[in-house]
């Protein structure tokens, strides 16, 4: 079955320095999200991509937040400067059109800053 | 994306049938019900989706009424590995904005 993979699996950064999460969604999927999960709490929508931009955009998706799809696999979360509340783990999804709202998720990326 | 709401959490005990409801009741016309699990440490797994009636796969039913403005979710003799928080989606096909909720933490036991 296809699935939603991420790298790394867990990272840890010293506060300040940058990280680039990666995701290759399902091959036919056309949309991409990124979520966060802070251990304990809730999974929080950060943004939705589609057609090569952002589609929509939580409030916690500020300016230290952005997307890539640099090619035709990968999509990629940057957070530029990490702050010691940035740890938690996220997590990729990706859609098919015409599948309602079922989105696939990955295992996440388990981001500890220090 | 509709608002719902879950209980926060459930209790049962292995065996038992368990019925989880998420209140939708600003559901538009063209919005699905979709339910996931989610273990701890891993990503929410889609587990059934309904528009109207009753839906059934192998892992779980739902039951939507007439209105629409809930869904039960049906998971039938539970075990210990169903212990899981379960949330409730609705919204439709082009949705961009999809947001879960807090959830329903469900905790099986012997």
């Known amino acids: 079955e296809p699935e939603v993979t991420q790298t790394p699996s867990h990272q840890v950064t010293q506060m300040g320095q940058e990280v680039i999460l990666r995701c290759v969604p399902i091959s036919n999927h056309l949309y991409f999200y990124w979520y966060r999960q802070i251990l304990g709490q809730k999974v929080e929508f950060l943004v939705s991509?589609?057609?090569?931009?952002?589609?929509?955009k939580s409030e916690i998706f500020d300016d230290q937040f952005s997307v890539e799809r640099p090619d035709g696999s990968n999509f990629t979360l940057k957070i530029r400067s990490t702050k010691l509340e940035d740890s938690a783990m996220y997590f990729c999804a990706s859609r098919v059109q015409g599948a309602g709202n079922t989105i696939y998720f990955g295992e996440g990326s388990w981001l500890t800053v220090v | 994306l509709a608002k719902t709401t879950q209980p926060i959490s459930m209790d049962s005990y292995e065996g038992q049938e368990v019925n989880i409801t998420c209140s939708h009741n600003n559901i538009a016309t063209n919005d699905y019900i979709t339910w996931y699990q989610q273990f701890p440490s891993q990503g929410p797994r889609f587990i059934i989706q309904?528009?109207?009636t009753k839906v059934t796969n192998e892992v779980a039913s739902l039951f939507i009424p007439a209105d629409r403005k809930s869904s039960t979710l049906s998971l039938p003799r539970v075990s210990l590995s169903d212990t899981a928080v379960y949330y409730c989606l609705v919204g439709d096909d082009g949705e961009n904005d999809m947001r879960f909720g807090a959830g329903t933490r469900l905790t099986v036991k012997p």
């Open positions: 991509f589609y057609n090569n931009e952002i589609s929509e």
């Open positions: 309904g528009y109207k």
